[in-house]
């Protein structure tokens, strides 16, 4: 039951986010509705993160650096795999195909920052 809570509960937060982001972007480029958008697909993808709980009792321990270091890796991988999955399929959300730090389009490695704060939120939410 608790990883349904969480998976519930790091999905509707990683979709929240993401229009969030994706507003955040449509201000910067001076489009005054902010309009934020996101994908079905997102909702399982970011409920995955209800995966940190035991990968943080594992961590708990250690320093929130490296906690954050060992979130963002877990985090390119799963978005690279299921990018790549989506991808092949023709329905992934994302391209980064545009973006100078790029892998296959599916990763951007500058976000890295944001996946590293990101992965301690969900720590947090999946701890509490």
Known sequence: MV?????????????CLEILWTGFLSFRKREMTLTGT??????PIYGMAGLIRPVYSLL?????????????VLIFLTEFLTGSWLKARSCCPWNYDRARLNIRGVIRLDYAPLWFFCGLLFEKIVSD
Request: aromatic letters at 22%.
């Open 3 to 15: 990883m349904n809570s969480n998976f519930l509960k790091c999905g509707i937060c990683g979709w």
């Open 38 to 43: 996101s994908s079905l697909w997102m909702f």
């Open 60 to 72: 708990k321990n250690r320093s929130a650096f490296f906690r954050g270091s060992v979130y963002t």
